[in-house]
T-cell receptor, first 116, second 111 residues
């Protein structure tokens, strides 16, 4: 079974801090994703990566950056945390794109981040 | 990218069949329809995917009419543990389209 592990379930940080959220997957997946989930807005894609050192912006990349130095690890960085970044953050991984059909994404259980 | 519309919530009772319909009027020829389930305090979990007609697995069935402008996720004989949010996604990753999660349908199964 695929396991996607996020380093913290709950995190409290202060405005202006640099925040690191870590995600590790154990299935050698090429693709990794970071989402945030807010009530009424569903899941929104922040960044994704389809290979080591590769990254692409999702729908809401402003205020965030990512790092993928190793295949199994994908980090989300809040450069200078703000209160509007209080949210649930979800990491996912998947195999490369299929010729037909879409690859299932495997999610971690999320990090609930509060910025005070 | 195809936009999806699904009911915000629905209630059911244990043992009943639950059907959730998702509308996707501008689905493209190569788009697939994918459903995820999310329990409270957990990440979403892939349930089922289909292109046309009917797909069935151990968890659910997916019915897709010939025009593919909608699809229906069917959960047979639900139990309390099926209480969750269900998301319908439409897209084609092979064409470079990232699948987008909408608001989902919150299903409450009552005793």
């Amino acid at each position: 079974d695929v396991k996607v592990t996020q380093s913290s379930r709950y995190l409290v940080k202060r405005t202006g801090e640099k925040v690191f959220l870590e995600c590790v997957q154990d299935m050698d997946h090429e693709n990794m994703f970071w989402y945030r989930q807010d009530p009424g807005l569903g899941l929104r894609l922040i960044y994704f990566s389809y290979d080591v050192k590769m990254k692409e912006k999702g729908d809401i990349p402003e205020g965030y950056s990512v790092s993928r130095e190793k295949k199994e690890r994908f980090s989300l960085i809040l450069e200078s945390a703000s209160t509007n970044q209080t949210s649930m953050y979800l990491c996912a991984s998947s195999l490369p794109v299929r010729v037909v059909g879409n690859q299932p994404q495997h999610f971690g259980d999320g990090t609930r981040l509060s910025i005070l | 990218l195809a936009k999806t519309t699904q009911p915000i919530s629905m209630d059911s009772y244990e043992g009943q069949e639950v059907n959730i319909t998702c509308s996707h009027n501008n689905i493209a020829t190569n788009d697939y329809i994918t459903w995820y389930q999310q329990f409270p305090s957990q990440g979403p979990r892939f349930i089922i995917q289909g292109y046309k007609t009917k797909v069935t697995n151990e968890v659910a069935s997916l019915f897709i009419p010939a025009d593919r402008k909608s699809s229906t996720l069917s959960l047979p004989r639900v139990s309390l543990s099926d209480t969750a949010v269900y998301y319908c996604l439409v897209g084609d990753e092979a064409a470079g389209n990232k699948l987008t999660f909408g608001g989902g349908t919150r299903v409450l199964v009552k005793p």
